[in-house]
């Protein structure tokens, strides 16, 4: 991709226009990071980026912004502008197509504001940049209140920015952060929860969070979260203190190979009903239901942020089940087997991981112990046989004149459940099991 983005820039060059590396790219280089992508910046107008490139897509043509593929890759090359101030804090009113130093002044924070002519190899550097990666600094281009209010959205940006690379604000940068955290009120949910899950999916996630909540951010994003502080888990687990500190322990302590976007979220928010539920008993507190509520509200939740149907629905499946992990080692076995392949079960597992670590002392006791019983069944599993129910639904409707239809189903899962709990291992014994429990059920024989 390197090498492609290269020929890109030349091929501008050779044309006579200025073409650069420009802004995130040229950050994670100076940084020792591989850069995910390569934008370019140029002297050149759209119509001529068109033109010179075979195969483009005008993505934001009247930013001056152009998609060019190559070499099967994606680049983003975009003509030198300025944007004039906005008047929605969303989007900028106009642009005018300018040269590279008030391109460079437009964006926002210093540490992307660089350019790179990776012809030359010479580094071009308008804003002071260089100096504030190497002195890890996050500094607004420019006045920063003026900048937070063109654009709110950089609230976040600079939370993100700061946090996910461990640097240091720059002291204005810092208030203008915590003076206009109201601001976060006029950018859509979209683009708060894509930051938001970036924040949540870098390892430094408890750090972010814990200062959008300092800045005041967290309380407007995620009221149901900060409703958490205060709210006290006396007894013998818990000592880590209230429920707001147990949520970023959990995030805080979770495997970096866990991290998924929906179970960074399931952890955000697996305890938010605890204020709702918490009940005093003698000298502990109680919080019943809270699993099944702090579900109901995580949907809230994902539904006002916009997440999809399906990210919806595994986050909060894993909240609600999150308390039943404790119960696993004294089920029936079929009802065991029904959760392990359950296709979400090692996520549920991740989240009860993070759940135990979040507490302190934390124990990994039960979490071993289930991961044991997994760990058996998953052997198990490789033996196909023994889940498939010896008579098969043509079987059972010839043996017991049954007709198509739910009982069939039932009788295949009963089935299979009683093979599972080692009743039944062959033919026979499963035609005479289903007899009884044809019997007991009244059913023998009827046409139902
Ligand atoms: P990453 O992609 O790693 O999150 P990035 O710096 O590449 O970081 P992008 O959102 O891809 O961020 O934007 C590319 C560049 O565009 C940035 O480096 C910055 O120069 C500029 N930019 C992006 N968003 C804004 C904004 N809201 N205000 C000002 N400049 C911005
Ligand atoms: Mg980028």
């Known amino acids: 991709m390197l090498k492609t983005a290269i020929s890109i820039v ?9 073409a650069y590396f420009a802004g995130g790219s040229v950050r994670d280089f100076l940084m020792g990071k591989e850069p995910k992508d390569y934008d370019i910046a140029t002297s050149a107008l759209p119509n001529e980026i068109e033109s010179l490139m075979e195969k483009t ?36 009113d106009a642009v005018l197509f300018t040269s590279a130093k008030e ?26 940049g260089q100096k504030d990666i190497k002195n890890k600094i996050l500094r607004f281009i420019g006045e920063p209140h003026e900048r937070v209010k063109e654009d709110h959205l950089r609230l976040l940006r600079g939370v993100r920015f700061k946090n996910n690379f461990g640097f240091e604000y720059e002291p204005g940068t810092k208030r203008a952060l915590e003076e206009l955290s109201h601001l976060i009120d006029n950018v859509s949910k979209e683009r708060i929860q894509d930051e938001m899950t970036k924040m949540l999916l870098h390892p430094h996630r408890a750090h972010s969070m814990r ?13 149901e979260v900060t409703a958490c ?23 805080h302590d979770m495997p970096e190979n866990f991290a998924s976007k929906e179970l960074v979220w399931a952890v955000l928010l697996h305890d938010i009903a605890k204020p709702e539920t918490a009940l005093k008993k003698s000298d502990r ?5 809270h699993a099944a509520l702090s579900s109901k ?11 999809s149907n399906d990210e919806t629905a595994k986050i909060a499946w894993m909240i609600e089940q999150h308390m039943t992990v404790g119960t696993i080692p004294n089920m029936r076995r079929a009802h065991q087997v029904n959760l392990f392949w359950h296709p979400w079960f090692e996520d549920l597992m991740r989240l009860h991981y993070c759940d135990e670590h979040g507490s302190f002392p934390f124990d990994l006791t039960l979490y071993q112990t289930v991961m044991k019983l997994y760990d058996d069944f998953k052997g198990e599993k490789l033996l196909e046989d023994h889940f498939k129910p010896k008579l098969s639904g043509d079987q059972l409707m010839k043996l017991f004149k049954l007709k198509p239809g739910p009982l069939i189903r039932e009788l295949l899962q009963v089935q299979r459940e009683a093979q599972i709990e080692g009743l039944v291992h062959d033919e026979s ?7 009884g429990y044809l019997s007991e059920k009244g059913a023998h024989g009827k046409d139902i």
């Open 57 to 92: 897509y005008p993505i934001g043509k009247q930013f001056g912004v152009i998609l060019v593929e190559e070499n099967g890759h994606h680049f983003e090359v975009a003509t030198f502008r300025s944007d004039s101030s906005s008047s929605d804090g969303r989007r900028p």
């Open 429 to 435: 014994e499963a035609r005479k099991f289903v007899e």
């Open 103 to 128: 391109d460079a002044v437009r964006r926002d924070f210093t540490i992307n504001g660089l350019f790179y002519d990776p012809v030359q190899e010479k580094l071009l550097d308008y804003v002071g």
């Open 297 to 307: 509200m995580a949907r809230i939740v994902c539904k006002r942020l916009k997440m």
């Open 229 to 251: 502080k205060g709210i006290q888990q006396t007894g013998q687990y818990h000592h880590e203190g209230d429920v707001f500190t147990h949520l970023l322990k959990a995030l």
């Open 10 to 18: 030349k091929k501008f060059q050779k044309a006579g226009y200025e």
């Open 285 to 289: 507190v109680h919080f019943d239901g």
């Open 211 to 223: 200062e959008l909540d300092t800045f005041g951010i967290l309380e407007r994003i995620l009221p």
